[in-house]
């Protein structure tokens, strides 16, 4: 049987004038706002939205029968939490509201990680730092302090408790934290806590950021886990989508403009961080054939066995926000770089139905992968899910987009 999603209200604080008979929960009072299997608990236009490393959107239309519509009428000081049955799925806050002629009203909501987009932080180095420590030291750290108002001229009850619905908990976080992982990041300018962690780590390093609530919300007095995951084909769902069953959508694109064979470590701006001075340097795999290769007096970092395929192609290596030339770390991470390349693929990207709230198979998840099929071209491969949008109140037109790749040189029709 397909489990019912249900929508929670999250006040941050109750009022006079709230149904507290319907709320339960002492630090996080909290109570139905939509429940398709109890009377007057309901409301209309359930679209749901969420992305890889977005906060998502979610609204809703609310009528006067629902006995909490003056609890969110009232101000714009609370959260929607949406469960699959006892899952987790998302959870916002209000940032637009419209009211018609009826008194029906529309709220569009944001996710919670764009509390991070709200908060401010000034100039900042980081040298030789793993992934986990940007994070440690934007997220809990400062973004938290200045969410905080303990010992502050701000410190109210409810302006404490307001500071409680928008601070996070370490969730997963290490997955990034490898050898070859350490980071230099610097700017002279003041980016949101978002925009910190979009541009100075996500966008180098892929993966998912994302937020869950934690287990245990009244014990541990905060509601969100901020957690960053890399890519993990392990995390699979047997759900089958397929050309001619359910995909409505697909395209393929096989394009070698960003396609390199080696690599020449830069700067942002293009600065070039190496001299031609040097004795030939290289790394080597486990049976000690060489994989990358810096010839004697060159800039050029090679990948062997791509450049023995596919010929010279050279290309730069700008992830790097450093400025010390001929540097160690500069020439080990190169040279990793340039071992990781990989053959030019076929990219393609689609949309399918998503059936599973109807069937009351496990639920899709953003980051998740699931098998693929295209029978006219003969392929059969994993594609990672990238978006799902929900319609809470109509299942049927629950939609997923993917995306995935090949190896242009396999045997298939593209």
Same mark, same amino acid.
């Given at each position: 049987?397909?489990?019912? +999603?249900?929508?929670?209200?999250?006040? !941050?604080? *109750?009022?006079?004038?709230?149904?507290?008979?319907?709320?339960?929960?002492?630090?996080?009072?909290?109570?139905?706002?939509?429940?398709? #299997?109890?009377?007057?608990?309901?409301?209309?236009?359930?679209?749901?939205?969420?992305?890889?490393?977005? &906060?998502? &959107?979610?609204?809703?239309?609310?009528?006067?029968?629902?006995?909490?519509?003056?609890?969110?009428?009232?101000?714009?000081?609370?959260?929607?939490?949406?469960?699959?049955?006892?899952?987790?799925?998302?959870?916002? +806050?209000?940032?637009?509201?419209?009211?018609?002629?009826?008194?029906?009203?529309? !709220?569009?909501?944001?996710?919670?990680?764009? +509390?991070?987009?709200?908060?401010?932080?000034? &100039?900042?180095?980081?040298?030789?730092?793993?992934?986990?420590?940007?994070?440690?030291?934007?997220?809990? @750290?400062?973004?938290?302090? =200045?969410?905080?108002?303990?010992?502050?001229?701000? $410190?109210?009850?409810?302006?404490?408790?307001?500071?409680?619905? @928008?601070?996070?908990?370490?969730?997963?976080?290490?997955?990034?934290?490898?050898?070859?992982?350490?980071?230099?990041?610097?700017? =002279?300018?003041?980016?949101?806590?978002?925009?910190?962690?979009?541009?100075?780590?996500?966008?180098?390093?892929?993966?998912?950021?994302?937020? #869950?609530?934690?287990?245990?919300?009244?014990?541990?007095?905060? *509601?969100?886990?901020?957690?960053?995951?890399?890519?993990?084909?392990?995390? $699979?769902?047997?759900?089958?989508?397929?050309?001619?069953?359910?995909?409505?959508?697909?395209?393929?694109? +096989?394009?070698?403009?960003?396609?390199?064979?080696?690599?020449?470590?830069?700067?942002?701006?293009?600065?070039?961080?190496?001299?031609?001075?040097?004795?030939?340097? #290289?790394?080597?795999?486990?049976?000690?054939?060489?994989?990358?290769?810096?010839?004697?007096?060159?800039?050029?970092?090679?990948?062997?066995?791509?450049?023995?395929?596919?010929?010279?192609?050279?290309?730069?290596?700008?992830?790097?926000?450093?400025?010390?030339?001929?540097?160690?770390?500069?020439?080990?991470?190169?040279?990793?770089?340039?071992?990781?390349?990989?053959?030019?693929?076929?990219?393609?990207?689609? &949309?399918?139905?998503?059936?599973?709230?109807?069937?009351?198979?496990?639920?899709?998840?953003?980051?998740?992968?699931?098998?693929?099929?295209?029978?006219?071209?003969?392929? #059969?491969?994993?594609?990672?899910?990238?978006?799902? $949008?929900?319609?809470?109140?109509?299942? $049927?037109?629950?939609?997923?987009?993917?995306?995935?790749?090949?190896?242009?040189?396999?045997?298939?029709?593209?």
């Amino acid at each position: 049987m397909a489990d019912n +999603y249900t929508v929670y209200l999250y006040p !941050y604080t *109750l009022t006079a004038s709230s149904h507290s008979d319907l709320y339960t929960g002492d630090v996080f009072p909290h109570a139905v706002l939509h429940d398709p #299997s109890i009377p007057g608990r309901f409301l209309m236009q359930l679209p749901l939205e969420m992305a890889e490393s977005k &906060s998502g &959107s979610f609204s809703f239309t609310i009528t006067p029968d629902n006995p909490l519509y003056s609890d969110v009428r009232q101000n714009m000081d609370w959260e929607v939490v949406i469960f699959r049955g006892s899952r987790f799925v998302w959870a916002g +806050y209000p940032v637009q509201r419209e009211t018609d002629l009826y008194r029906w009203t529309t !709220y569009t909501c944001e996710g919670v990680l764009g +509390y991070l987009n709200q908060v401010y932080l000034p &100039s900042f180095l980081y040298t030789n730092v793993k992934p986990s420590v940007l994070i440690d030291d934007v997220v809990f @750290r400062k973004y938290n302090t =200045e969410v905080s108002t303990t010992g502050t001229a701000e $410190t109210t009850a409810t302006a404490a408790q307001r500071s409680k619905h @928008r601070m996070f908990a370490r969730g997963s976080i290490d997955g990034f934290d490898k050898s070859n992982s350490r980071i230099v990041r610097y700017t =002279e300018k003041t980016l949101s806590a978002m925009e910190i962690l979009q541009t100075r780590l996500v966008s180098y390093f892929g993966g998912n950021l994302y937020v #869950s609530m934690v287990s245990d919300p009244e014990k541990a007095g905060v *509601l969100w886990e901020l957690h960053y995951k890399p890519s993990d084909p392990e995390n $699979t769902n047997p759900y089958l989508v397929a050309v001619g069953k359910n995909i409505t959508e697909i395209s393929y694109n +096989y394009d070698t403009t960003s396609f390199y064979t080696a690599l020449v470590p830069a700067t942002s701006d293009g600065s070039v961080l190496v001299t031609a001075s040097n004795e030939e340097q #290289s790394m080597k795999d486990g049976d000690g054939s060489i994989t990358a290769l810096r010839r004697k007096n060159s800039v050029i970092f090679r990948n062997v066995a791509l450049v023995k395929a596919y010929g010279l192609n050279v290309g730069l290596y700008d992830k790097l926000e450093n400025d010390y030339v001929d540097s160690a770390e500069v020439i080990g991470r190169t040279l990793q770089a340039a071992k990781d390349l990989q053959p030019p693929k076929v990219t393609f990207e689609g &949309s399918a139905k998503d059936t599973t709230a109807l069937t009351g198979d496990a639920p899709l998840q953003i980051a998740q992968y699931v098998p693929f099929q295209d029978s006219t071209r003969m392929l #059969s491969c994993q594609m990672r899910i990238t978006k799902l $949008t929900l319609q809470l109140d109509d299942l $049927t037109q629950n939609t997923l987009e993917l995306s995935g790749y090949v190896d242009a040189n396999n045997p298939w029709r593209f």
